[in-house]
């Protein structure tokens, strides 16, 4: 077969930063054809045929790549993997990559989780499942005391974890999740779980049921606020790699939770295949497990998918035909930096529909993207449509140029209501200068 006929067409599912860079990254690849999103957004556009399906609409994206021949479906977001799409697509012969529903459960459910971790000894904070409200109480009040946190079993798009400073504080949080079922279904269990002190970093790695190939380290900010102050988000920012994750730190991450956990999921009857994403808190130089998720970090895709040299589509298919051992990855060594820019009022309410100001001013810049997340094409404008709008990602020679390059462009860029965190790369400084001045 000629190279021109084996090129293929990728499907990627998702409407995020995380799926922007990934159809962004896919259509780099000389093997790709044509890449396809959805439902995707503004941004996407660019470098994709978006298709108006929405993520949770499993049959419909059937349906889709059945008729438009796709070669390969990547899957963004959790939530369709926690359903079954990989099991729907696999059932009809569609070749997709990510987690089965049973596998899936590792996000899907933090009940599962910890369950798992501590059946297989991997580091983990302590923790009691509940699913009545008194007695989840009683156990706060009589046997831990606070601070500690409070987790809705299911998925509750980012805010289902509860971290509890007071014990009223803990008792809103139970009372919320079990008898208000603020977060439906994802409230019918509360985990309550020991509060863990240290600094997070997430952990990706590609696995195919055995092979587990770890990508480069990231750091993610979830507070809404500078200094990690305010509700958490989805992630207000990130970059590759995170210093934080040292050498040694890296080999003891992969030794004592990524490859055993990928051994429990196998024992367990749930080969995991896809990503696995470690959300990890570091104290001394140790590893605990905070959560896990089945999919690309977001915004953390976005940096790491700056560095990454290797070509994407060789990595996924590698990991579905189960040979991922043959790959080794090429980073690019400098360092790719994220500025999240948010509505006004997310994470809670917020307005959409804003025009976005100075976005071809960031285009004419080298090294730099622009990753869209809640984006809208509207009357040939550019409008907010989300929470998350855009992603500003920057590769520099090291992290101050990173932080300078992104935080340049992200001045050029503005709408009604506009925030974003100043101090993305704060962190990673203080390890690598011992201090936290930019
Ligand atoms: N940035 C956190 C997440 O992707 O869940």
Known sequence: MSEENSRKRVLVIGSGGREHALCWKFSQSPRVEEVFCAPGNAGISQHATCISIKADDLDGLADFASKNNIDITIVGPEAPLAQGIVDLFSERGLTVFGPSKKAAEIEASKVFTKDLLQKYNIPTGAYRVFTNAEEAKDYIKEETGVPIVVKADGLAAGKGVILCYTLPEAMDAVDLILEQRAFGEAGKRVV???????????????????????????????????????????????????????????????????????????????????????????????????????????????????????????????????????????????????????????????????????????????????????????????????????????????????????????????????????????????????????
């Open 192 to 438: 309550v779980e020991e509060f863990l002190v240290g600094e997070e970093a997430s952990f990706m790695a590609i696995t195919d049921g055995t092979t587990v190939l770890p990508l480069a380290t990231s750091q993610d900010h979830k507070a809404v606020f500078d200094n990690d102050q305010g509700p958490n988000t989805g992630g207000m920012g990130a970059y590759s790699p995170a210093p934080v994750v040292t050498p040694q730190l890296f080999q003891t991450v992969m030794e004592t939770i990524m490859i055993p956990t990928v051994e429990a999921m196998a024992k367990e009857g749930r080969p995991y295949k896809g990503v696995l994403y470690a959300g990890l808190i570091i104290k001394d130089n140790e590893p605990k497990v905070l959560e896990f998720n089945c999919r690309f970090g977001d915004p953390e895709a976005q940096p790491i998918l700056m560095r990454m040299k290797t070509d994407l589509l060789d990595l996924v298919e590698a990991a579905i035909e189960e040979d991922l051992d043959r790959i080794e990855l090429d980073w690019d060594p400098r360092t790719a930096l994220c500025v999240v820019l948010a509505s006004k009022g997310y994470p809670g309410g917020y307005e959409t529909g804003k025009v976005i100001h100075g976005l071809e001013k960031v285009q004419e810049l080298d090294e730099i993207m622009v990753f869209h997340a809640g984006t809208a094409l509207q009357d040939g404008k550019i409008v907010t449509a989300g929470g998350r709008v855009l992603g500003v990602t920057a590769l520099g020679d090291s992290v101050r140029e990173a932080m300078k390059r992104a935080y340049d462009a992200v001045s050029l860029i503005e709408w009604e209501g506009m925030h974003y965190r100043k101090d993305i790369g704060l962190k990673a400084l203080k390890h690598i200068e011992g201090n936290s001045t930019p």
